[in-house]
């Protein structure tokens, strides 16, 4: 399905910047001008929704809107929506990692101030043209937005509540009780737009800067959503939940090798049934936001479309679980039928234990699966993580943003281990990463993808996440004097050199010459 070529893994929160968080603006323009200067034409990013308890870009409130953390504040200022005085309390947040208690209570804080300005301008006739195109994207997302909109002020008015534990008119959508809340509620309301409003502006320009440059944004899209979010909230219909909105059954993953007990997610499972009344109407408007908003799509637990593991929601772990077959053929169908050209630009991950069903829905569809580099030397020469066992269509990684850096994992690695990698590729242990990094590039996989963290050499204090601990993740960021000058050339040279520049042909070398 895709050409060979690669690209690099950085969330937008990893990005540089004075205000706390990393943002949509200037500097993310940096950073693809960085990806275009290193011949990349991949540039993948985690779910870009907005997060809460624990700050996890898997379980977002919506999978339709967007992170208001990353609204880029400047150009707020030159709109004089807010300006640097208030913007001034932010420039003492952490610029080496989200802190994101601070941010909560700071940067939603000037978000709220430059909305209501915007919205008061409105009022007054004042800015005509953007209040027009704010009035054209309200009504072009009212499907998603209305219902979004009003669930986050209501969440706001009721101190972060879960939508299960609202007043019971306002949990079940009382139609009464929800025209009372719009009203008691519209400037609340009115704010959400904006900010998503502001996202989508953002984003879209940024998008449009990295296409222009032959750069395609790779987005992440997890297969179940959280049990609190608009989604949820807004078509219970279609989720295996109780007459009190508590689910009756939830995901996760049995008990295997590196769990006893296996992993209780506890997001609530689909009603299938329900879903292919009306022609699975929500997944194609959920696959319809996704690749309006990124050029490829990466399915979290593409697994769980052949078969799911589903928990009794009473049970306190995994343990008490069983397989259910899911519709993932029909599914896909449907999804295909509304692409164009018929296929769907979808990276399956695969990882873990693949059973033959999950093989042939992949392969159906012509999906390519995921290789991670950081699994292929802890068994024999028949590992299919290796890149000599590779087929052409599949996605090699370093690593992803579930493991260790590629040298904090190498460090921890068991001596076994590390002497096949070392015989692997024929190295010592200098510049390890490196290699790694070459031994992707190299490979037959039509895609290969690498942290920015590995491009860095970073160790373990660079990890972005740590599956099953609850906090201090999702919080890592970079500066620009972190990547070395010679960086972009050194990769653009071994982008050249596998044949992933564009059309598989050299790089532009321009950047090179000028920084040897």
């Known amino acids: ?39 990349q034409r991949l540039w993948q990013v985690m779910p870009l929704g907005p997060t809460g308890y ?42 080496d990692a ?30 005509a043209a953007s209040h027009d195109d704010f009035a054209r994207f309200c009504e072009e997302a009212a499907d998603w937005l209305d219902d979004y909109a009003l669930f986050m002020a209501l969440k706001d008015d009721l101190s972060g509540a879960a939508w299960t534990d609202w007043p019971a008119p306002l949990r079940d959508r009382d139609e009464a009780a929800l025209a009372a809340a719009r009203g008691r509620l519209e400037r609340l309301v009115a704010r959400h737009k904006v900010w998503q409003y502001w996202f989508a502006s953002q984003w879209g320009e940024l998008k449009s800067y990295a296409n222009e440059r032959g750069i395609e944004v790779v987005g992440d899209m997890p297969i179940f959503v959280a049990l609190d979010s608009a989604d949820v909230w807004a078509n219970r219909e279609l989720f295996r939940l109780d007459d009190e909105g508590q689910p009756t059954v939830v995901a996760g993953v049995p008990p295997d090798y590196f769990s006893a007990t296996g992993q209780r997610w506890g997001n609530p499972l689909y009603r299938w049934d329900e879903m292919r009344r009306d022609d699975f109407a929500w ?23 052949a078969a799911y593991w589903e928990i009794p ?89 579930d493991n260790d850096t590629t040298l904090g994992w190498y460090r ?4 076994q281990e590390r002497d096949h990698v070392r015989r692997y590729l024929a190295r010592g242990d200098d510049d390890i990463v490196w290699h790694l990094v070459r031994l992707a590039l190299a490979s037959t996989a039509d895609l ?9 050499r970073l160790g373990s204090e660079a990890r972005m996440n740590t599956p099953g601990s609850a906090s201090g993740n999702w919080s890592w960021r970079f500066a620009w004097s972190d990547v070395p000058y010679w960086l972009a050339p050194q990769l653009a040279e071994l982008t050249e050199l596998y044949g992933r520049g564009p059309s598989g042909g050299p790089v532009d070398t321009a950047y090179r010459q000028s920084t040897t």
Request: glycine fraction near 8%; aromatic fraction near 10%.
């Open 283 to 305: 997944w194609r408007a959920r696959m319809r936001a996704a690749l309006a908003q990124v050029d490829i799509v990466r399915i979290d637990h593409f697994r769980g479309f």
């Open 412 to 415: 921890s690695a068991a001596e």
């Open 54 to 95: 624990g700050d996890s870009p898997y379980q977002c409130f919506s999978a339709f809107a967007g992170n208001p953390y990353l609204i880029a504040l400047t150009p707020l200022v030159q709109d004089r929506w807010t300006s640097e005085e208030e913007l001034a309390p932010l420039r003492s947040l952490p610029r």
């Open 1 to 39: 399905m895709f050409e060979r070529r690669c690209g690099v893994l950085l969330h937008p929160t990893s990005l540089p910047g004075e205000h706390g968080v990393g943002e949509l603006g200037a500097e993310a323009r940096a950073w693809i001008d960085f990806l275009e200067s290193a011949g």
């Open 448 to 456: 290969a993808i690498v942290q920015l963290q590995d491009l860095l």
């Open 98 to 127: 989200v802190d994101y208690g601070a941010l909560y209570s700071s940067k939603l804080a000037v978000l709220a101030s430059a909305a209501d300005a915007f919205l008061g301008a409105a009022a007054s006739g004042v800015a």
């Open 313 to 401: 929601a009473s049970e306190p772990t995994a343990v008490k679980g069983r397989w259910v077959e899911a519709p993932g053929a029909e599914l896909f169908e449907t999804l295909r039928r509304d692409q164009p050209d018929g296929n769907l630009p979808v990276i399956a991950e695969d990882l873990g234990v693949i059973t033959p069903d999950v093989e042939r829905l992949r392969d159906r569809f012509g999906l390519p699966g995921m290789k991670v580099l950081q699994f292929a030397f802890a068994g024999g020469p028949a590992d299919p993580y290796l890149p000599h066992n590779f087929q052409s269509n599949c996605v090699v990684y370093t690593g992803t943003h």
